[in-house]
């Protein structure tokens, strides 16, 4: 992707498309001034509360959104052709039915996870409950870039959104060595599996001269042809990375470690 793409600007109508992270990252910026300004003595479960609200519309716009981009009832005159992707930022960034479906599970799975946390997560487990809520949006956004992602930067940004944040929330339990040792692995893993997408990544771009993946896909054929052996490379250290991440079968040995340093006493 060349910088001219990037420069690409948002207008306002472009806005709407971006509106689930919005509310997510408007909802987190004020629970985090809600649990600075509220008194210790209330219950943090509160913060809970709403920021499974904020998951809750934001699931609400993804749904509007496929909706409109899939009119059930005909299809009036401004609607967007069914099937459409919506493109931003030079492509970087992309909406359709795939990206909207993978923002709906990410979205239930995290209101899930709230909805099971709020009333359960005790004061002598987790000191800071409020960080514990609302740390678990910025997550979700990240996973969501990713699903949007058509380019390997965004798609980057998104991962380590995703686990950086994830790194935090490992490391809550402030009075736990184990939460912290839980940390220091999960970082250090996390590390190692970054650098590994970041090199198979440098190796496409290196070889097809674009990070956009409709161009690096529409590139493949030829490119399997020509330097078969360094798209091997590039596939395998991205897998490998990604693997790494997920913690899925043979990057898996770090797991059990940080897993077992979480448990609960």
Do not use: C
């Amino acid at each position: 992707m060349t910088g001219g793409q990037w420069s690409a600007p948002i207008m306002w109508a472009d806005m709407g498309y971006l509106a689930p992270e919005a509310t997510l990252a408007a909802f987190m910026l004020a629970l985090v001034l809600l649990d600075l300004l509220m008194p210790r003595k209330y219950d943090r479960s509160l913060i809970g509360w709403i920021a499974l609200g904020g998951v809750l519309v934001s699931m609400g716009l993804v749904i509007w959104r496929m909706l409109e981009m899939n009119p059930v009832w005909g299809a009036p005159e401004d609607a967007v052709r069914a099937g459409a992707a919506v493109s931003l930022l030079g492509d970087s960034y992309r909406i359709d039915d795939f990206a909207s479906l993978m923002k709906t599970v990410f979205l239930a799975a995290t209101g899930l996870i709230l909805l099971m946390s709020v009333g359960t997560v005790k004061e002598r487990d987790v000191p800071t409950r409020g960080e514990f809520y609302y740390l678990l949006l910025p997550a979700t956004i990240g996973a969501m870039t990713m699903a949007s992602a058509g380019d390997l930067i965004t798609l980057y940004i998104g991962l380590e959104l995703l686990s950086i944040t994830t790194y935090v929330l490992v490391g809550l339990r402030k009075r736990s060595s184990k939460s912290f040792e839980a940390a220091f692995k999960y970082i250090v893993t996390g590390g190692i599996s970054s650098a590994f997408i970041l090199f198979g990544m440098s190796y496409l771009y290196g070889l097809t001269g674009s990070t956009g993946l409709n161009e690096i896909g529409m590139a493949l054929p030829q490119l399997v042809t020509d330097y078969q052996a360094l798209v091997y490379a590039a596939f395998f250290f991205m897998i490998a990375g990604f693997g790494i991440k997920i913690a899925t079968a043979p990057f898996h040995a770090w797991a059990p470690d940080v897993y077992q340093e979480l448990r609960l006493r």
